[in-house]
């Protein structure tokens, strides 16, 4: 056999083993509890008709391609550095998504910028105990224009990702 013939055999060899696991991974049949990011845009609601007190806000939005009300958030705590460079946070959000719905526990902060990190915890719902994190930065509303895409007019508006960390194992 030349060593051409024999190069081109091992090469086609090669594509049809890797085949099956190209197309597995394009199906998406591959590790179910791999982490995964999910979207997110959310913007200030309005508060509930008694709210709590003290009241530091509600947010609606959207998770990736969802619709209006695909993710909510709260936020349990706020508070402002004394320098005024860093707010401290901590929010309970939702995503609504079927069977891959979720509650998370977060904690962190954002900076005068409106670069925001933080961590937490899934604590009901899908991948329960599973570690998350979120990264968001905020858009300041803009007079007669959306600031962010799928948000309304007018509207101080937040985009980021939920990065959720693999299913503990029991």
């Given at each position: 056999m030349s060593t051409t013939r024999r190069r081109v055999t091992s090469l086609v060899g090669a594509i049809v083993m890797l085949l099956p696991v190209s197309v597995a991974m394009a199906e998406g049949k591959g590790d179910p509890n791999r982490p995964i990011a999910i979207t997110f845009t959310?913007?200030?609601?309005p508060p509930p008709a008694v709210p709590?007190?003290?009241?530091f806000g509600l947010f609606e939005?959207?998770?990736?391609?969802?619709p209006l009300g695909s993710f909510v958030a709260e936020v349990l705590w706020r508070?402002?550095?004394?320098?005024?460079?860093?707010?401290g946070l901590e929010a309970m959000y939702e995503v609504v998504d079927g069977d891959r719905s979720f509650s998370a526990l977060i904690r962190g902060g954002s900076n005068a910028a409106g670069d925001a990190l933080l961590e937490g915890v899934i604590l009901a719902g899908w991948r329960a105990g599973a570690r998350v994190q979120v990264?968001?930065?905020?858009?300041?509303?803009?007079v007669g224009a959306i600031s962010c895409e799928g948000a309304p007019e007018?509207?101080?508006?937040f985009v980021g990702t939920i990065h959720v960390g693999r299913a503990p194992r029991d």
């Open positions: 959310k913007w200030v609601a709590p007190i003290p009241f939005g959207f998770s990736n391609d969802g508070q402002r550095s004394v320098n005024g460079h860093v707010t990264e968001f930065q905020t858009y300041p509303a803009i007018n509207t101080r508006c």
